[in-house]
């Protein structure tokens, strides 16, 4: 089972996926089982591990032994490109196999039971290291059940101890002690010496959080012994980094930094990034206390790159926040703000009151030397918030409750053991009737001593129920608190969506200028940096109508700001300048928006991908920066007024395809940029154009959870040829949400379909 929290609370080893290039060559699946396995990719370590484990797998006559060989897989690698997917495989495999219930029997379904539980463990692990605490707490308990159901001691304890790091980092220091006290117990029980370390550097990491150096250190260095004695890399890496940030808070830095340095010795022998990243940034702390600022933000820099590479969210609001430190010291607020509120961003989200404390102390005093007293004032109150709900008197009274609790169980345990031997002896050595006697008479002494023990337990839980309604009052209050925020911010994005809404032209008009037409369009967030635009031109006596399918930078509301200033732009180019050829339109509008964003005293790059069309009678003219025009017309029509450059797909019903590229440059700044050339092509009646954002093909889904991609897309419209543009307009968006089934919708989504 893949237990890797267990280790530490401060450092989770394992590495974040990577992207794989189009270009590169998967493994044969018949063979390594998984699906995108780049064997190039693959540390050398993995690779050895992966082939000895799928030689013993291919051979293997029992099912046992295939699944033992590829958990080996699973534990033995640090690649989350390949041990997620190699768990995946156990899971499907196993849940397959239990739903076959006459072809297992009681002894083999309790293995597959046993597997299934290792899988949901191993899920758990991942959701952690991708800071979603809600799934990864989901995955861990229903490993959990199952491992309570078939009695797998060691399971159980290893379950228990990832639940408690999960209620540490929520902030439920009552909960996350109940849980690893729990696991130790279990660990102790059945002679689990990596577990037990595991167990005593957990706790000791609530005891520093509490403030209770002595007892942490104490914890930390039994944990140590124990990791030295298994030989357990991992764990004694993470052991000397917890004593060095014991000596830190004591002020010991040469202590510190000795500690650090080996830990990150150890770490860097095991190819752990994630410890590595930790690492670096504890050290770069030393340096900062030590005056050595060059040198502390040298060691910052390299574990957020690191951090950002492996996508350990937790790990880039801590690196951020320490650049923040040295920044704010520098007296460099802009710099020092712009790192924090970022932290504080990706905190929120994970929902981490640690981090939020930190990222609002540090945000607060920014403002409050920027002298904006108001804001300076509401991340102080967040900050004292989070604070209050992670330490104060109740939660440290309530560790010592548990403490006190736990040692008096494991001492009533050993006399209790005593106890028993003792009365085994005498009743070999005394006569029946004398057993009888002392055995009534210990009876009557555990009765009383039973009625005391309730007593007082009656006692100490009224207590602990005015402690819990008094802190349950704490948590209600900052929730409110956070839940009138989240609505503020809700409410002002709806407010932007009824803005970026009236700028869009209405349907009523879209019909009345391109009446066989659609448009789908589908924002990722409430709103979006996507846009349409519909404009009637009159030149010479002639009308024109131009239309585009634009797609600025970014998506949610910064995506929305920029397409308010590119589609003010675009009416500008036709209103105030005249324009009504398509490319000296976007050249125009180009000029325009690097005016716009000019004005500001940052440099801002921001601008749109954009496909724009104008039909004036039977003639198309089409200009565009990256997104291309795609015409549909009937294979055996006229093709001269197609330009035998565009390249073409051609369907079984008789449709050919022919897609009209724009140029290769954005609207915005760019480097050596041309004027946008306009294509003019003859319409023919039953024509058929589309143009689009990229959203669409780019969305993720299917069974490999691959992008859709230009040909699939380019075969759906074939297909669909016949159908009406209001029947069109409904497959589209059936195949859409078909293929993104479950997954997120990565972009926003903008398809124009006009027919002629």
Known sequence: MRNLIAISLLSITLTCFSSIGLSQQFAKKSYYLIDSLVLSDLHESDSQLIDSCLKIFHTAPHDTTKINAIYAIVDGSWDANVWPKYNDWVYHFVKKKLQNKDETTKGYRKKLLNHLSIAYNNMGVLYITQGDISKALKFSLKSLLIQEHIGDDEGIAQSLNNIGYMYNNQGDIEKALEYYLRSLKIQEKIGHKEGVAASLNNIGNIYKNQKDINKALDYYNKSLKLEKEIGNKNGIASGLNNIAGVYKDQNNLEAALEYYNKSLKIREELNDNRGIAESLNNIGTIYNKQGEIPKALDYYKESLKIREEIKDKVGITSSLNSIANVMLSQGNLKEAKKNVKRSLEISKELGYPVNIRNAAEQLSEIYEKEKNGMEALSLYKLYIVMRDSINNEETQKITTRQQIKYEYEKQKSLDDAKHEKLLAIKQKEKQKQQII??????GLALV??????????????????????E??????????QLEEKNKEILDSINYAKRIQSAILPPEKMVKKYLKESFILYKPKDIVAGDFYWVENHTTDQKDSVLFAAADCTGHGVPGAMVSVVCKNALDRSIKEHGLSEPGQILDKTREIIIQEFEKSDDEV?????????????????????YNPLWLVRKSNSNNESIHPSFSSSTNENGYQLFEIKGNKQPIGKFDNPVSYETHTIKLEKGDTLYIFSDGYVDQFGGEKGKKFKALSFRKLLLSIQEKSMSEQISIIDKAFEDWKGDMEQVDDVCVIGVRV
């Open 437 to 442: 006697i002392y055995a009534t008479a210990a």
């Open 471 to 480: 802190q349950k009052e704490v948590v209600e209050a900052a929730h409110n």
């Open 605 to 625: 790059n921001d601008g749109m991908d954009i496909a724009l069309c104008a039909i004036t009678d039977n003639n198309l003219q089409y200009a565009g920066a």
């Open 448 to 469: 009383i001593v039973f009625l005391i023990f309730v007593f007082n337990r009656l006692k100490i839980t009224n207590k602990q129920k005015l402690v819990i309604e």
